[in-house]
């Protein structure tokens, strides 16, 4: 199944690959023309959407009423609905079958594409069987894709290039609104039928290898839950390991000190990372941007940071990210350090960062457009502890689990790098399938 995709990767890696031909467009060889799309294969034409395809716009929004609107009902894709190619409806945004029976004219086909005609251009995604029925919305429009193939015309309209046509083109200064003159007039490559078919499987077989990868990631990250649930808690105890455990606050374990503005000190290649408010993200991992050469407020490897303030919906406050380095990292304003007096710090992590602890900590948040948690609040806050063998132990079990997480998350943003770059080359006609 990914025969095609492997070799147009292979060919991207490592351009000797065979049954792939590979053309520079700099040397315009007998091969390729130079067209208002760029340079393309010779057997490859240019013309305008509305030569090759015809349109629907969805309908006024005068035409559903709100007692059309049904829960679980058929539903209504608007641009929010399409997402990387993807439909994806929500519950709420369904209407009854006797409203989509009055509006069938509106009703999508397999093999048709639904396209954005609002906000941010190039949403569209082709209709797949289980989808039939289902109604376009006012903020999209149908595109009938003829004689063309609809998986290939959908990757051709997301590609950087058919969008910035499609903005510049487009009405709207506020909010761009995309018609179906601009797409009639929308001028694309078209290579012969069997190699759009061709171009598109091999991107699709990708798309299926990102959606495996996905899925596993979602896998692993629930057996993670499961298992920070369980043993975060004392219900499963790992082998070994005995007794009671403690209940102790958060300043019983750490001193807690909070941090000063570097703002003035960042160095754009400086030394050392500042560790501010947005150092800390909403899975509790350290993710640093700003540099300085400040040899001020050093962290220590094990020390933990905490945001304590959060403009928006708080989601970062309370949880903590773990310091990696001794002389590495310096602590920035609007972040609690939080160092540890007894036990292990990555389990105390590991166990700030639980769905328990943290929602304790979110409760006791005050403010409204810039959120704030006091440092007795934090100080406060109880967590059950092991003894510290045990909570080492613990805490490597739940760190394996990280790193296998992060590989799987290295390895699908590599393939979906690979597939940006398949897509650049395949719609250009510079990697060829024969």
Known sequence: ??????????????????????????????????????????????????????????????????????????????????????????????????AAKALSDFRMKAGEIVIGRRGDMGRCAVVQPEQAGWLCGTGSMIIRCGATDAGFLQRVLSSPRAIAAIEDTSVGSTMI???????????LQFPPLPEQRAIATALSDVDGLLGGLDRFIAKKRNLKKAAMQQLLTG????????????????????????????????????????CDMGSVSAEGRLIVSKRTNHRCDFLRKGDLIMPKDDIGGGNIIGKVGYIDANETYILGDHVYCLRALEGDSRFLAFTINSHRVNSELRKKVIGSAQLGLGRKSVTEQKIQIPSTPEQTAIAEVLREMDGELAMLEHRREKTRALKQAMMQELLTGRIRLL
């Not at 095609?4 to 031909?21: D, F, M």
């Not at 390991?241 to 750490?254: I, M, P, S």
């Not at 909070?258 to 400086?270: L, Y």
Request: hydrophobic residues 35%; proline residues 7%.
């Open 1 to 98: 199944m990914l025969q095609a995709a492997c070799i147009v990767a292979k060919a991207i890696l490592a351009p000797q690959t065979e049954h792939v031909k590979i053309y520079s467009p700099v040397d315009l060889k007998p091969a390729y023309k130079q067209t208002e799309v760029g340079v393309i294969p010779e057997e490859w034409g240019v013309k305008p959407l509305g030569e090759c395809a015809s349109f629907r716009t969805g309908p006024f929004g005068s035409a559903l009423h709100k007692s059309d609107y049904a829960d679980d009902g058929i539903p209504v894709v608007n641009p929010m609905h399409i997402n990387e190619g993807r439909i994806e409806p929500t519950r709420t945004m369904t209407i009854t079958e006797k």
């Open 177 to 187: 609104n995309l018609n179906q003159g601009t797409l009639a007039g929308l001028r």
């Open 235 to 274: 219900q499963t105890r790992l082998p070994g390991f005995h007794g009671e455990w403690e209940v102790k606050r958060l300043g019983d374990v750490f001193t807690i000190s909070a941090g000063k503005s570097k703002s003035t000190f960042i160095a754009e290649n400086g030394d050392f990372w500042i």
